[in-house]
Structures are given as C-alpha cells and as structure tokens.
C-alpha cells in the first residue's frame, strides 16, 4: 500500500460527460501529480501541484482541469469526453524539494472508459 | 527538456537468471535523477530503484541494481536470480533539476519463463 488514495477505481461513462477523479496524497506529502497512461503512449504527465499551487503542467487538454485543495486532496476535472480519453489515470505524490522530485509514490490509478 | 527511451518492447527471460533491462536518456540538466518502476498486470505502479546524477557508485535493492553510465547517458535495471512475480511491465523514468515532474520511457515487457 503507497499510501496514496484515488476514488473512484473504476469508471465508465458516455461521451460528452464530465467525470471528477478524486486523489489523496499520503500523509504528509505536499506534492500531487496526475498521469494518464493509455494503451499507446504510455504514461502522460498531465499535471503538478504543490501545496495548493500548480507547479508544472505537461501536455494537459483544456477540457481537463485540476486543483488541489487546502486538505491537500486533488481533483481531476474531464469534461466533454471522448472515446480517446479512456484510460487509466494515476496520481503520485511526493516530499517534492524543489530540485528532486524524490519517489513518487503512487495511487492504484482510476480506470476511465468511455462509451 | 528530458526523454526518456527503452528500446526493449519486450523481453523474455529463464527463471532464475539475470536479466537487463535498457534505459538511455537525454537531457540538459546539470543534477537529474533516475527511477524505475515495475508495473504488474493489476496495474499498480511499484518504485524499483533510484540513482542520482552525482551518485558515485550504482544504485542497488535487493535483487535490482541500477547499472549507471553517465558518458552513455544510460541507466540500465539488472534483475539477477528472475522470479515469475517479476514478470510484469517497467519504466525508466527521470526527473529533471526543477524535480517538477518524473518523465517516463515507454516500457519493456518483461516475462519470466519457469
């Protein structure tokens, strides 16, 4: 067990719904970070944050949005969906130290699929 | 900007013997870190193994060491003695100076055969 929590495991929805994938870090750590990793191009960072501000974002679509919040949790907003975006999506966390990104300890990642 | 590249889609190996892995990367970064995950079919994303840029000796845990070569920029994982649970999926992964994110390889596909 990471200690890191993602809601919901799995999900399957329609195209053109929004879908909110939830993310507690473990215990501690301040840094989250979002991954989508589909069947064809591995795994896609999508986005950081660190303590409530968002530190790096990496090839994320506008119709994707994030935040952390003041508990530390994280929300991945998916709207509009299409099939492509079926996939599975990971959050990591980590003591993140400003030059090391140190081991990201991973979720068990939140199965989309979208019909 | 890093990259990562594993060249190895997939791989088959005898139990009970060595395997490697490869891993080469590029970047322009003064200080970076090096990482590899195992991921099994469950899914699960597993840290493996780290090596810093300024480590002078290779990265060992347990059955995995981490074969650094900083001129050839690569980073290659040796399981020695394969187990059937290690078959699985893995990832060379780095992380630039800023440490913003962890840029991962495509991955090799590793079966163990009894």
């Known amino acids: 067990d990471s200690g890191v929590t993602q809601t919901p495991k799995h999900l399957i929805t329609a195209t053109g719904q929004r879908v909110t994938l939830r993310c507690s870090p473990r215990s501690g750590d301040l840094s989250v970070y979002w991954y989508q990793q589909s069947l064809d191009q591995g795994l896609q960072f999508l986005i950081h944050?660190?303590?409530?501000?968002?530190?790096a974002k990496g090839n994320i679509l506008e119709r994707f949005s994030a935040q952390q919040f003041p508990d530390l949790h994280s929300e991945l907003n998916l709207s509009s969906l299409e099939l492509g975006d079926s996939a599975l999506y990971f959050c990591?966390?980590?003591?993140?130290?400003?030059?090391?990104?140190?081991?990201?300890?991973f979720g068990e990642g939140s199965r989309l699929t979208v019909l | 900007a890093q990259k990562i590249t594993q060249t190895q889609p997939g791989m088959f190996v005898q139990e009970k013997e060595a395997v490697t892995l490869d891993c080469t990367y590029d970047?322009?970064?003064?200080?970076?870190?090096l990482f590899w995950y195992k991921q099994p079919s469950s899914g699960e994303m597993i840290f493996l193994i780290y090596q810093g840029s300024y480590d002078q000796q290779n990265a060992t845990e347990g059955r995995y060491s981490l074969n650094f070569q900083k001129a050839r920029k690569s980073a290659n994982l040796v399981i020695s003695a394969s187990q059937l649970g290690d078959s699985a999926m893995y990832f060379c992964a780095m992380s630039g100076s800023s440490g913003d994110k962890l840029t991962f390889g495509t991955g090799t596909r590793l079966a163990v055969r009894p």
């Open positions: 990591a966390s980590s003591v993140w130290t400003g030059t090391n990104t140190g081991e990201l300890f």
């Open positions: 970047t322009s970064d003064p200080s970076y870190g």
């Open positions: 944050y660190y303590n409530g501000e968002e530190r």
